[in-house]
């Protein structure tokens, strides 16, 4: 399984430009999430999905915009990119396990943004 | 609201040294704790977890016990390696099947020869 895969890992964007950050789980997880990591701050959320159609905005969701039209795909669009948004972005998979308890949460291997 | 707090970083302990990282935490409820590991260049991987009080998380070395009564989850080894060289993150997460987490701010660890 190649589990949670995120494209492209490093990206140099202009401000004012705007791209998609993808994100592809391959393990039928029904939980996805988006996180930006910056020093000192640890992970925050960004939005969040229960399944495909359903999503929700995290901790920091302003100049984001998500979409699950799928169970696997869970794609992060900065709409106009600003220097504040270099980070390190984290998507991040999981499951209701058995019992009930939801499983650990998978993460990809993240994507540097830098906005100049 | 929910939050977790760690023990400011970075720490740095010679190899075979005892490791204590602090994490404290403020939640309703019974959240679930979790240990996560990040070395360099790379994505988080879980390294423990606990679900309720008193239960002990385990995994290479490494170990955490639920606190509830300090709101507690404080990460220990008692010889650390070179290798266990990364970013510790201290996590909860909230029985509301979101799979939403919670994070402190991260602890690393740098371990000398």
């Known amino acids: 399984n190649a589990g949670v895969t995120q494209t492209p890992k490093f990206q140099v964007l202009k401000t004012g430009q705007s791209m998609t950050l993808q994100c592809a789980q391959d393990m039928n997880h029904e939980y996805m999430s988006w996180y930006r990591q910056d020093p000192g701050m640890g992970l925050r959320l960004i939005h969040y999905s229960v399944g495909a159609g359903i999503t929700d905005q995290g901790e920091v969701p302003n100049g984001y915009n998500v979409s699950r039209s799928t169970t696997e795909d869970f794609p992060l669009r900065l709409l106009s990119a600003a220097p504040s948004q270099t980070s390190v972005y984290f998507c991040a998979s999981s499951s209701t396990g058995t019992g009930g308890a939801t499983s650990e949460a998978f993460f990809g291997q993240g994507t540097r943004l830098t906005v100049v | 609201g929910n939050s977790v707090t760690q023990m400011e970083g970075p720490v740095t302990l010679s190899e075979e040294a005892f490791l204590t990282i602090n994490c404290t935490y403020t939640?309703?409820?019974?959240?679930?704790l979790f240990w996560y590991v990040q070395y360099p260049g790379e994505g988080l991987q879980l390294l423990l977890k606990?679900?309720?009080?008193?239960d002990k998380g385990s995994n290479k070395g490494f170990e955490a016990t639920y606190r509830k009564e300090t709101t507690s989850f404080h990460l220990e080894k008692g010889s650390v390696q070179v290798s266990d060289s990364a970013v510790y993150f201290c996590a909860l997460r909230q029985p509301s099947n979101t799979g939403k987490l919670i994070f402190g701010q991260g602890t690393t660890l740098q371990v000398k020869p």
């Open positions: 606990a679900t309720k009080a008193d």
């Open positions: 939640a309703t409820g019974y959240p679930s």
